[in-house]
Nanobody, 120 residues
């Protein structure tokens, strides 16, 4: 069993930056793809960015050039650097990861989510 916990959210003004972190803990053998999703009120949960174990990244068109995803496998942590934030980036951001446990079972996990609000 593993857990994901996000941190780093908050309220910022348009044009400012935030860095989200998501740390995985528990009985972890390895972590495959890690990603960030977001869900605004009344909207579906959409992929923001993902990164494979090999470092291949994928971004939603709306965040390309502004957001950067990275990971530190020594810390079982994934980051999302968000620059030039816009009001439309306001949402609850969720961490997601495919984790292989020490028993070698593979399962997808979600974090509880963290609020990001961009407003003047």
């Amino acid at each position: 069993q593993a857990q994901l916990v996000e941190s780093g959210g908050g309220l910022v003004q348009p044009g400012e930056s935030l860095r989200l972190s998501c740390a995985a803990s528990g009985s972890i053998f390895s972590i495959n793809t890690m990603g960030w999703y977001r869900q605004a009120p009344g909207q579906q949960r959409d992929l923001v960015a993902s990164i494979t174990r090999g470092g291949t990244t994928n971004y939603a068109d709306s965040v390309k050039g502004r957001f950067t995803i990275s990971r530190d496998d020594r810390k079982n942590t994934v980051y999302l650097q968000m620059n030039s934030l816009k009001p439309e980036d306001t949402a609850v951001y969720y961490c997601n990861a495919d984790i292989k446990s020490t028993s070698r079972s593979l399962r997808n996990y979600w974090g509880p989510g963290i609020q990001v609000t961009v407003s003047s």
